[in-house]
């Protein structure tokens, strides 16, 4: 539905966003600050709609490590040294070693310590290195939903390549950026996805719940 806003209002919103950021929609409708303002309101709608499911999706594999590695290391697995030693240092900015001392220290139950790490840490624990500690094992209980067309490692690497690109979407969507030009269906998919490998019973539900199909389609 238009919204329809005045040409005063339409000033204000353009510089609610700032010429730069407002550029960005300018872009994709030829200069037509209408058009780009309905495509800047639409985008607003469609992330806070994905950011419902996006938050269903981050629980429900948060919770699945959490189980797979309570089964191994036990349930003060944050204070466990064998556990520490399994994360070996990684390359880049992020250290999932660094980032489990520092909320383990910080914190004094597994429950807060949970609530706490970065979503990169969760991504982390489904890398090749620990198929053989936690998921040739557990991994077909911890996601009953999962494609048994898929070998148990096949379906560890989707799913750790699918958290890769949901990580760094759900980073634009907290972050407010533009995410109209992406492939969005895709990206449902791909949430709603992993959800139903880990609890394939609310697989229907969360079709019928999740908003960001309607928003698709109404796109202007």
Not at 83 to 103: E, I, M, T, W
Request: aromatic share 12%.
């Amino acid at each position: 539905m238009p919204h329809n806003l005045t040409a005063q209002q339409l000033s204000a919103f353009e510089a609610l966003h700032s010429p730069p950021r407002f550029a960005t929609y300018l872009r994709e409708t030829q200069g037509d600050r209408s058009r780009a303002a309905e495509l800047c309101i639409w985008n607003t709608e469609v992330s806070a709609a994905f950011y419902s499911i996006l938050q269903y999706c981050e629980v429900a594999v948060r919770n699945a490590a959490v189980e797979a590695v309570e089964a191994e290391f036990g349930p003060n697995w944050h204070l466990n040294r064998g556990f520490g030693h399994v994360l070996a240092p990684a390359k880049g900015r992020y250290s999932p070693q660094k980032d489990l001392q520092n909320c383990a220290s910080a914190h004094a139950t597994a429950g807060k310590v949970v609530a706490e790490l970065k979503f990169a840490f969760w991504q982390y624990l489904f890398i090749k290195g620990l198929d053989g500690r936690l998921w040739t094992s557990h991994f077909a209980n911890i996601f009953p939903g999962y494609d048994t067309s898929l070998s148990i490692k096949a379906a560890r690497a989707k799913v750790h390549s699918d958290l890769e690109i949901i990580r760094h979407f759900r980073n634009r969507v907290a972050h407010h950026e533009p995410i109209f030009a992406r492939n969005l269906p895709d990206d449902r998919d791909r949430i709603l996805n992993l959800v139903s490998w880990r609890r394939p019973n609310l697989s229907a539900w969360m079709q019928q719940f999740e908003r960001v199909s309607a928003l698709l389609q109404a796109r202007p």
